[in-house]
């Protein structure tokens, strides 16, 4: 069985789905608005990064 190749990148995942991309735009602060208000315990995933690497 061959191995899988793709893993996925965390810096990769920061710079097109984090809090600081989501911040920049209108509809991306209204993602922001939308999850908080749905009470989503994980908000874009640069805030989980900043949490664990304080």
Not at 22 to 45: A, C, F, Q, W
């Amino acid at each position: 069985m061959t191995k899988r190749t793709f893993g996925g990148t965390s810096r990769k995942r920061k710079r097109v789905s984090g809090f600081r991309v989501r911040m920049r735009s209108h509809t991306g602060r209204r993602v922001i608005k939308s999850r908080r208000k749905e009470g989503e315990k994980e908000l874009p995933y640069s805030i989980l990064w900043l949490y664990q690497n304080q």
